[in-house]
Structures are given as C-alpha cells and as structure tokens.
C-alpha cells in the first residue's frame, strides 16, 4: 500500500469489504475488499480466493473509465492489490438499480412481464438498503420523504432526479463500453454519496457483484455473480469457475479504452481566423477530438484546398471538415462538393455584416450536404456527435455533457428558489 496513506481506524465493515480513515487526512477513505463472496443477503457465503484482488482491480478500471468521460466519483487510485483511495464521502442507503433486460427478480416481481423484454429507455429502480428487510423498494417520493441530510446536503426531490439522470447515464456509458466487447450490460446497481463538499458523486464500488453481464447477449454465457447465485451446491470446482469468470471480466477491462481520439480538420480560410480557429480547437479537445489545422482559400487556393482533402480521403480513417471562412463563403461548399466526407460550416462574423456572412455559408448550391452553426462549441459538438456513431468514447463525453448540464441547471434551480 502507498505509504502516505495508512489505514487508520476500521470505520465500517460489510459482507465483502472494509473501509478505514487515513491517518493524518481526513478527506479520503480506504477501501479493502475481502476475499469473500454472498449472495441473498448474506444467508449465502463463501471464502473465495483472489476475489479481493479482482473485485478491486475491477472497480479501478470501471471508475478511471468513468472518471475519464466526466463522471464525477469518489474514486481517487489504487493504492495495493486489494485496496483504493477514494474521497470520504456520507454514503446515501439507496441502491440505484438500472436495467436493460427484465429478468431475474424483477421477474419474479413482475411475473407478467416477459423473461428478456427490453427497456427503452432503461428501467430505472431504487432500493432501500436494509438486509434485514431484504433491501425494500422505495419510490422516489419515498426517497424524498425520507428527508435525508449528508454532510449538510438534504436529498430532495432535485437531488433524487439528478441521482436518476446519473444513474442512467452511468449504465449508458458502461453499456457501450461493453458493447466493444460483444457483451451485453443486462443491469447493474451503483451508489451514490456525498463528499465533504456537499457534491453527490458516484461511490462504494462497481465489479462483478454489480452487474449481469452477457458475453454476444447469451445468458448461457454469464460471467457475473449470477452464476454463484444459480448454484445449490457449492464444489470447490464451482467456485473456480466463479473467480475465472471475475477474471474474465477484469481482464475484458483492459481492451476497453477511452477510444483514439476521432480527427477533426479545420479548414480556415485566412490567418485572419486563427482567433475563432483556435476556440473550436478548444471545444473539440474537450470532447476528445483531435483537432488540426490546415489554412487555404477556396476562391485564391483552390488547387491547394482540392489536394487537402484528397489528403485525408486517402488516409481511410474517418475525418469531419469543419470550415472557417467569413464573407462569400466557398470554402465549405467547394470542400462539400469533392468529398462524401461530412462538412460543417462555422463562420467567423464580421461585424454589421454577420447576415450576409451566414447567409453566404446556407445558401449552397443544390446537390451539397453542409451544414451551418454559428458557435465554435456547436462545430465541435457537431463533429462530435458524426464521430459518436462510431466511437463509443465520444458518444459518451457527448452523454456525460449532457449530464452536467443538467446538474448544472437543477442547481441554479434550487438556489434561485432559495434565494427567492
């Protein structure tokens, strides 16, 4: 373990894991997992060797890919084989079950629903975390009614929706990871806590006790607990079975990558433009794209603008133009018209001439397919969002965005009510 963090007083311990405050810092927590697997709320367990090392490495790898799309966590690194750092956080006692597939207990809950059926959008449900009780389900608005506070942020009805909208966006962007891989995100359960901050982030852990988790969508082909859950007799034989399964997985963790970056070019019609340039660069970078410039003028360069895309028609990887170019706008639509590739155009407006520019950008011959935003962040955005078809990555920085937006205006929601 790294030795500016040690383990101080064991501050709670559960079926498969233990978790310790840091000596000398009180902003982090120790999570150490146990080689040790249950079912049924404990009334069925085992000791399992090398679970530990594998349920840690497993929820390291899934938090640093969350952590790199923008998912806000409590995760900080891992410190050993069998143990995280992660910020000290108020856990909240709710399990956010999210699902793709009705099967398992939500079947048996609802037996008129058929085995398989598919959720669209995912099902979202909420559980009360009381092994006694055989953790409940409880509503939103039994949630709220809760009137729940964790280091000093009380769980209303804006915390609960943004609890749901996480949630789903979490299970979304773990699903088109999987998908990488021919496997199919059945459903999974994440929770949530707050920080010393007030901050609602995505806590505790997520490995193979998490999810089901289908290999080319067969549930012959399971690798997750169900399997441990399905068995009435337990062999030594059975249990080797279950942590090479757990391996598996962590072990498919490593070929999923945060994606290479999709290539943008930016095509500017003069210096003149580096300024405006330079802000869709900006905006691009930060949705994983990687952005170039190249500099030529349709209307003075036209042999130079032609041989630029020939260019990068000839490199078979997937590109989106993005032109820059002010007044009689031939750049975009010269670009357009020699290659099937997409083509933006993002005009940088003069002043008191800002309509006949744009107009010189949407008014293009027939038989072309360019488009026209007036933003550097709309040009980015757009590429992105061609890029997202193919490429997981940015499809979920795309989806991630779209979270913290809405975090952010639920936010400002509640203070202008409180300030009101």
Known sequence: MAKEYTPGKLVIEGKT????????????????????????????????????????????????????????????????????????????????????????SYIRRFPGVQDGHKFTPPLQETFFKDDANHDPFWPHHQIVSANFKFNGLTIGKGEVEIMKRTSITIFEVLEKAWATRDCTLIDMKIEFGVDQNGEIVLADVIDSDSWRLWP?????????????????????????????????????????VAGTPSKVVIVMASPGDADHTNAIVKHCSALGLQAEIRVSSAHKTTTDTLDIVAEYEGSSEPVVFIAVAGRSNGLGPVIAGNTVMPVINCPPLSSGEASHDIWSSLNTPSGLGCTTVRYPEAAAQAAASIHALSNHAIWSRLRVKQLSNFIKLKQVDKESRNQS
């Open 17 to 104: 894991k233990q978790v310790f405050d840091v000596v000398n810092n009180p902003n982090y927590a120790i999570l150490k997992s146990k080689d040790r697997i249950t079912a049924g709320d404990g009334a069925k367990a085992h000791d399992l060797a090398g679970k530990a090392e594998v349920s840690t490495s497993t929820t390291c790898k899934v938090f640093q890919l969350l952590n790199t799309f923008g998912i806000k966590t409590a995760f900080v690194k891992q410190l050993d084989s069998v143990s995280m750092l992660a910020k000290k956080c108020e856990m909240i006692p709710i399990e956010w079950v999210t699902r793709r597939v009705a099967t398992g």
């Open 216 to 256: 080319s969508g067969d549930r012959r082909l399971m690798k997750d607990k169900q399997v441990y859950r399905n068995l009435n007799n337990v062999t030594a034989d059975d249990l080797a079975t279950v942590i090479k399964n757990f391996r598996w997985i962590s072990d498919q963790l490593d070929l999923i």
